[in-house]
């Protein structure tokens, strides 16, 4: 599974921002796929993340409420709507690809097989 995220740039605190991950492949109906952010100097987090074959949702209590991901079976893409942007949202942001029938706490860590490369979001004034 090769994944590609386009997406990212600059916005302002309270912008908006739609994040893409285009995935080729074998994905699998049983799979799950996420994004997951990097800070400068900070660990990888989780952000959200989806069932690809039910399209049931998780998310990072930091993000619950303003980000929204969902999915697209005909394009193969992972997109993840950003509203209410914060300084603190800044990051490298990543799309995951879990293979299998993850359960949730799987999918809320960091154990996917296939990352993508990123894009940059940063939120500043």
């Known amino acids: 599974v090769q994944l590609q995220a386009s997406g990212g740039g600059l916005a302002q605190p309270g912008g908006s921002l739609r994040l893409v991950c285009a995935a080729s492949?074998?994905?699998?109906?049983?799979?799950?796929m996420g994004w997951f952010r990097q800070a400068p100097g900070k660990e990888r987090e989780f952000v959200a993340a989806?069932?690809?074959?039910?399209?049931?949702?998780y998310y990072a209590k930091s993000v619950k409420g303003r980000f929204t991901i969902s999915r697209d079976k005909t394009t193969n893409t992972v997109s993840l709507q950003m509203n209410n942007l914060k300084p603190e949202d800044t990051g490298v942001y990543l799309c995951?690809?879990?293979?299998?029938?993850?359960?949730?706490?799987?999918?809320?860590?960091?154990?996917?097989?296939?990352w993508g490369q990123g894009t940059q979001v940063t939120v500043s004034s």
């Open positions: 995951a690809h879990k293979e299998g029938a993850p359960i949730v706490s799987t999918l809320m860590s960091l154990a996917y097989e296939y």
């Open positions: 492949g074998n994905i699998g109906s049983n799979s799950g």
């Open positions: 989806i069932k690809w074959n039910f399209g049931s949702t």
